[in-house]
T-cell receptor, first 112, second 112 residues
Framework: ETGVTQSPTHLIKTRGQQVTLRCSSQ?????VSWYQQALGQGPQFIFQ???????GRGNFPPRFSGLQFPNYSSELNVNALELDDSALYLC???????????FGEGSWLTVV | GQNIDQPTEMTATEGAIVQINCTYQ??????LFWYQQHAGEAPTFLSY????GLEEKGRFSSFLSRSKGYSYLLLKELQMKDSASYLC?????????????FGAGTQVVVTP
């Protein structure tokens, strides 16, 4: 049990639609990172939020956006969904001072 | 950026030992994580090495050599439940802390 919770667990969307995924970080963790994991691959870094500000972004287009709230929970939004967006989306919660990074259970997104 | 290599698959019998190697080429480095991931689940934290040497945690040990860009995860007294993918992830320098770069994962198959 990592204390990181994500919702929804599974969802199916149609190409062109928009989706919002949510993450509640472990208590006290002020940094949240989002990753995309395609089948058979390692997770790919999307972006990170630190104290409500975006703090770095991977090689993902602008239609991937996010937010972090004062309680450090976070959202990942994806617009204009494409078939290749089908993947497991992982939220990672961390506190730099503790050298720990914990993942939530993930949200499985299928785009049809 | 980072180039992280690990074997695709390894097979071993119950009770045996398996060593999973990970090599990386880095433009900056602030530690290396190992995660275990069962099919359809989120990665589970196993270890974090930032200094050279061996860290032991029960049946699992992790080793790091920064000068060689090399790490390994050692799994002893293998159990069937150890069948999973093992992910090596490099932690970038301090100003990019927590934006992990993952290898593709090593699928370990434990046979009776």
């Amino acid at each position: 049990e990592t204390g990181v919770t994500q919702s929804p667990t599974h969802l199916i969307k149609t190409r062109g639609q928009q989706v919002t995924l949510r993450c509640s970080s472990q208590s006290g963790h002020n940094t949240v990172s989002w990753y995309q994991q395609a089948l058979g691959q390692g997770p790919q870094f999307i972006f990170q939020y630190y104290r409500e500000e975006e703090n770095g972004r991977g090689n993902f287009p602008p239609r991937f956006s996010g937010l972090q709230f004062p309680n450090y929970s976070s959202e990942l939004n994806v617009n204009a969904l494409e078939l290749d967006d089908s993947a497991l989306y992982l939220c990672a919660s961390s506190l730099r001072e503790l050298n720990t990074i914990y993942f939530g259970e993930g949200s499985w997104l299928t785009v049809v | 950026g980072q180039n992280i290599d690990q074997p695709t698959e390894m097979t071993a019998t119950e009770g045996a030992i398996v060593q999973i190697n990970c090599t990386y080429q880095t433009s900056g480095f602030n530690g290396l994580f190992w995660y275990q991931q069962h099919a359809g689940e989120a990665p589970t934290f196993l270890s974090y090495n930032v200094l050279d040497g061996l860290e032991e945690k029960g049946r699992f040990s992790s080793f790091l050599s920064r000068s060689k860009g090399y790490s390994y995860l050692l799994l002893k007294e293998l159990q069937m439940k150890d069948s999973a993918s093992y992910l090596c992830a490099v932690n970038p320098p301090t100003d990019s802390w927590g934006k992990l770069q993952f290898g593709a994962g090593t699928q370990v198959v434990v046979t009776p």
